[in-house]
């Protein structure tokens, strides 16, 4: 998660983690970045004055390991 503009223009608006508990309101520029799992369940608080901008990624890994390891049945 990328926040593009500065905390300073919008109150509320908090990325929150819930285990361990942590709140963020990062820097303009800032870059956060976690693994998409039930281990890092998250949320952003309401917004209540100001306009909050940040840009979403997501990038899924997909394993390419093969069973058979590299020369085992030559």
Known sequence: ???L?????YSGGALYF?????ELRP???????????????????KIEH???????ARRSVVSTAQSDPV???Q
């Open 5 to 9: 503009n500065d905390p300073d223009e």
């Open 50 to 56: 100001g306009e909050r901008y940040t840009a979403l």
């Open 27 to 45: 820097a303009q520029g800032a870059l956060v970045a976690f693994p998409a799992t039930r281990d890092f369940m998250h949320g952003v608080r």
């Open 18 to 22: 819930e285990e361990p508990s942590l």
């Open 1 to 3: 998660m990328l926040f």
């Open 71 to 73: 020369g085992a049945s």
